[in-house]
């Protein structure tokens, strides 16, 4: 400990300030709260930073960051868990008919989607996120969420289809809606 | 959707793959007998083109998410003064941290080496008060019952000493001077001026002599300020408290074996006037000798104290 090498913060900036935009918008998407997700990109940042002596230069520092993230995501979640035994989610059955899939709408809204993410289970819906909007591999996402690579792609794979399943929904509202004003319009119901 | 000629285990094979093809996790291999699937069944294409789409979409909606402007300073910031603070965090130079102690360790075992030679030096200066207060006071027990009237403690004081009575009486109320006189012990030239008061059930000495040059140490651990926010020394020497203080020339003890904290709050209520008293008179005495009367004291006497 006494000849740990010193560590300049501008170092710590130059390889990890260039992953913020990531970090804040996967930690937004899996915090409801905008101003806890800040906080948590904060903490992931001095954490980061009191052991960045123990980062490999030239190793991925943003795989290295959500490992950070989600360590603390786990950890701030086991505490809401704690407080307010929030509700557990029935496990969705793994088989399903894949002939079952909803159809994808050929325009999609953002925040259709946000809204059909947001009612996707965390598990799931973390997954999700770290393959196809972080673009981590299989192998990352095992290693950053310390989970199986089996259960990574079991959890991915379900995870879309659960996306899938409430965006068709959302968009079936949305266009019930739709309908239901354009007849307001017009005057009758 | 409708698929038509569905059931063939090839497309069940085939959909179970899209996941992994979407995330380019197949071995080439399979990825290429994928490709030829799709090419020749529509509905796999069609299923292949709704995930796609699904992903893209999700891809860009997450991008409404950017963090708000001030988080980069405010991590900026935090980072800095992480750096920067007490320690670093306890993780910029350890070193520093351990040398840091080990000074703090040698300056606090010399502060007590310091502390303790001065604790000494006043208890031997204090005791000279108790002993005079025990010799003459309590063993000698050279006073009455009955307070010796006012004009006899005047005329056993002398001229000089006489104007200290009143100061006496005044700052110590609920205490009466039942003696005053000079007192010397048997084989001992040192001379002290001796009021020996009964009050709160026990008897108490005041006891005034010369300093001939000796000091107390001046210590900001050893003392306790008196009213006027001179110091005050105290110990407990011989069972009994005693409370000490400095004048230009003189040495005051109040000496009793009530508690530490009354000794020291009568201390502090005489060594302030006592010392303007004795302080002027010197000042306007300064050649005159004082006339010691040497009182009647027990032969068993001859403690010498230094």
């Not at chain 1, 029935?90 to 946000?114: C, T």
């Not at chain 2, 059931?7 to 030829?36: G, I, K, P, W």
């Not at chain 2, 084989?187 to 010369?210: A, C, D, E």
Request: proline content about 4%; glycine content about 6%; aromatic content about 8%.
């Amino acid at each position: 400990m006494f000849f740990r090498p010193k560590m300049h913060v501008e170092d710590f900036e130059a390889a990890a300030m260039p992953h913020l935009a990531d970090l804040y918008r996967s930690a937004s998407l899996l915090i409801r709260d905008s101003s806890e997700a800040e906080d948590l990109v904060q903490e992931v940042y001095l954490e980061a930073w009191k052991s960045f002596h123990r980062f490999a230069p030239g190793t991925n520092c943003r795989a290295w960051l959500f490992k950070i993230l989600f360590h603390r995501l786990h950890h701030f979640r086991r505490r809401l868990i704690k407080a307010s035994r929030v509700e557990t989610f029935a496990s969705p059955g793994e088989e399903e008919n894949f002939m079952a899939e909803p159809p994808v709408p050929q325009e999609i809204r953002d925040e259709d989607v946000l809204v059909a993410l947001e009612k996707v289970p965390l598990d799931f819906r973390e997954a999700v996120l770290m393959a196809d909007v972080e673009e981590f591999s299989y192998r990352e996402i095992a290693e950053t969420m310390r989970i199986p690579l089996g259960t990574v792609m079991s959890r991915l794979s379900r995870g879309r289809k659960l996306l899938r399943a409430e965006l068709a929904e959302v968009a079936r509202s949305f266009g019930i809606k739709q309908r239901g004003e354009a007849a307001g319009q017009g005057g009758s119901v | 959707m409708k698929v038509l000629n569905f059931n063939s285990q090839q497309c069940e094979r085939v959909r179970r793959q899209l996941d992994a093809y979407l995330s380019n996790e197949l071995l080439v291999e399979t990825t290429s007998e994928v490709l030829r699937h799709l090419e020749s069944c529509e509905s796999c294409s069609h299923e292949l083109d709704a995930r796609t789409r699904l992903r893209k979409a999700l891809r860009k909606a997450a991008d409404q998410r950017v963090p708000p402007e001030h988080l980069r300073e405010v991590i900026s910031r935090r980072l800095r003064r992480e750096q920067n603070g007490f320690f670093g965090e306890f993780r910029v130079i350890p070193w520093a941290v351990a040398l840091a102690s080990l000074v703090l360790v040698v300056v606090a075992a010399q502060q007590g080496l310091r502390l303790e030679r001065g604790r000494q030096l006043v208890s031997s200066v204090l005791a000279i008060g108790v002993s005079d207060h025990i010799q003459c006071a309590i063993k000698g027990h050279n006073y009455p019952e009955v307070a010796n009237p006012q004009d006899q403690l005047r005329k056993k004081l002398g001229a000089e000493y006489a104007g200290l009575l009143p100061i006496i009486q005044q700052k110590l109320p609920g205490f009466q001077v039942l003696e005053a006189h000079i007192c010397q012990l048997p084989g001992n030239p040192r001379k002290y001026i001796h009021f020996i008061t009964r009050g709160q059930g026990t008897i108490l000495s005041v006891t005034l002599t010369k300093r001939d040059g000796e000091s107390l140490p001046v210590q900001r651990l050893l003392v306790t300020k008196d009213f006027s926010g001179s110091d005050l020394y105290h110990a407990k020497l011989e069972g009994m408290s005693v409370a000490g203080f400095e004048t230009d020339e003189y040495f005051g003890f109040v000496v009793s074996d009530l508690g530490q904290n009354e000794i020291l709050r009568l201390a502090a209520a005489i060594a302030p006037p006592l010392r303007d008293a004795l302080d002027r008179s010197i000042g306007t005495n300064t050649s005159a000798t004082p006339v010691f009367l040497v009182d009647s004291v027990s032969s068993d006497l001859a403690r010498k104290i230094e």
